[in-house]
Nanobody, 121 residues
Framework: QVQLVESGGGLVQAGGSLRLSCAAS????????MGWYRQAPGKQRELVAVVISGGSTNYADSVKGRFTISRDNAKNTVYLQMNSLKPEDTGVYYC???????????????WGQGTQVTVSS
């Protein structure tokens, strides 16, 4: 069974940094895109950043220049380096991954359990 396990959230002051990690475990053939979403209280979940298997990345406008997404394919892990954090970055951060279980199967999207990031002013 595929699982995504996140780590690295916490409480930080505005202007500080945090690094989130998300590791995929279990048996599968390949991972395509991996990404991070966040959900603030009372708001919808929104895309933060995504990286595809070839390394191309895409970011929400609100985090460009401050956040960096990367992945280690050997470890099946995606990272989110968050710098210059702002109070509006507060929320639960979820990782996801589009995973193919067997070679000729369709990809399925898996989600992590979420990790809380709180930025104080």
């Amino acid at each position: 069974q595929v699982q995504l396990v996140e780590s690295g959230g916490g409480l930080v002051q505005a202007g500080g940094s945090l690094r989130l990690s998300c590791a995929a475990s279990g048996s599968f053939f390949s991972i395509n895109a991996m990404g991070w979403y966040r959900q603030a209280p009372g708001k919808q979940r929104e895309l933060v950043a995504v990286v595809i298997s070839g390394g191309s990345t895409n970011y929400a406008d609100s985090v460009k220049g401050r956040f960096t997404i990367s992945r280690d394919n050997a470890k099946n892990t995606v990272y989110l380096q968050m710098n210059s954090l702002k109070p509006e970055d507060t929320g639960v951060y979820y990782c996801n991954a589009d995973i193919r279980g067997m070679r000729y199967e369709r990809e399925q999207r898996y989600w992590g359990q979420g990790t809380q990031v709180t930025v104080s002013s």
